[in-house]
T-cell receptor, first 116, second 112 residues
């Protein structure tokens, strides 16, 4: 049973550039959430995708956008990168709505983004 | 603002001891509670979930929930050096949003 996968593992960008991160959910999951985790902090919710639409969004600027594909995989895009965007970006998937444990998040390995 | 509070630590315990990790939350309507373990440089790994008041045991781990006191804890019995990690508490609040709010985590060090 494949778990949540993310790519790339590490990424180095410069200020002002754009980045795209990718995620494939755990088998059987249809909901994907993205989190940003700065050093020494807990994960902060960016947004959640379900049925190819953004269902909920956290307190992040419009520079952060996403997409979900018909196969439930997802992308996170960040435009006009700032130094403060340097963090571990985590993708989490969860069970289909309507079943139990829809709020149990299973995390992928993360993408470490460094902005110089 | 819904908040989840954890002591950042580090909490240092000797091998074989019981480690007690605590978490408080602000939203009385919170419904689901999770503990994750995160090794340095890795992603969070789900340890346990708890939904009702009382204790829930899984191997060496016991989660305790007290909704009246808005308090959830994680006990690790027979602590091992491999348990050294940051433990994140996460709480899903009312309204059916299914989005957990995370604490900043408690660093646990188990020394031989």
């Amino acid at each position: 049973d494949a778990g949540v996968t993310q790519s790339p593992t590490h990424l180095i960008k410069t200020r002002g550039q754009q980045v795209t991160l990718r995620c494939s959910p755990k088998s059987g999951h249809d909901t994907v959430s993205w989190y940003q985790q700065a050093l020494g902090q807990g994960p902060q919710f960016i947004f959640q995708y379900y049925e190819e639409e953004e269902r909920q969004r956290g307190n992040f600027p419009d520079r952060f956008s996403g997409h979900q594909f018909p196969n439930y995989s997802s992308e996170l895009n960040v435009n006009a990168l700032l130094l403060g965007d340097s963090a571990l970006y985590l993708c989490a998937s969860s069970y289909p709505s309507g079943r139990g444990s829809t709020d149990t998040q299973y995390f992928g390995p993360g993408t470490r983004l460094t902005v110089l | 603002q819904k908040e989840v509070e954890q002591n950042s630590g580090p909490l240092s315990v000797p091998e074989g001891a019981i480690a007690s990790l605590n978490c408080t939350y602000s939203d009385r309507g919170s419904q689901s509670f999770f503990w994750y373990r995160q090794y340095s440089g890795k992603s969070p790994e789900l340890i346990m979930s708890i939904y009702s008041n009382g204790d829930k045991e899984d191997g060496r781990f016991t989660a305790q929930l007290n909704k009246a006191s808005q308090y959830v804890s994680l006990l690790i019995r027979d602590s091992q050096p491999s348990d050294s990690a940051t433990y994140l508490c996460a709480v899903t609040t009312s309204g059916g949003s299914y989005i957990p709010t995370f604490g900043r985590g408690t660093s646990l060090i188990v020394h031989p």
